[in-house]
């Protein structure tokens, strides 16, 4: 079972607080549903922010969680950590560089 993990360990929680307990109850029905579906891992924050952004339409949500996923699976984006080629650990590490980068100057800026 792959892991669908784009939020976790971001130290989010406190972005979530006005999520009243119909919501989370919509979120996490939404995460086991998907999981069981698709056989993946979702992280809370992940189903949260595609369900805000379609202002907390179920159907509207699944389906673009679902071709995200999708999506993610044709290209091997989740996979690419495991290759061992010089050229994606060359990108990888400067991905990583851009992204440590922008969280640092986010939270500084904030």
């Known amino acids: 079972m792959n ?15 006005d999520i009243d307990a119909d919501q989370t ?7 086991l549903r998907l999981e069981n579906e698709l056989q993946v891992i979702l992280d ?10 379609d202002n907390w339409c179920i159907e ?3 389906t673009r969680l679902k071709e995200t996923i999708a999506w993610r699976n044709e290209r091997g ?3 690419i950590l495991s290759r061992k080629d010089p050229k ?4 990888v590490d400067r991905l990583g560089l ?13």
């Open 88 to 91: 994606t650990v060359e990108i």
């Open 77 to 79: 984006v989740d996979d």
């Open 98 to 110: 851009l992204v440590s980068r922008r969280l640092v100057r986010n939270v500084f800026e904030h």
């Open 44 to 53: 809370f924050h992940t189903v949260v922010r595609f369900l805000v952004a």
């Open 60 to 62: 509207l949500a699944s």
């Open 25 to 31: 109850t919509i979120v996490e029905k939404l995460k």
């Open 3 to 17: 892991s669908v993990c784009f939020l976790a360990g971001l130290q989010l929680e406190g972005c979530f607080q």
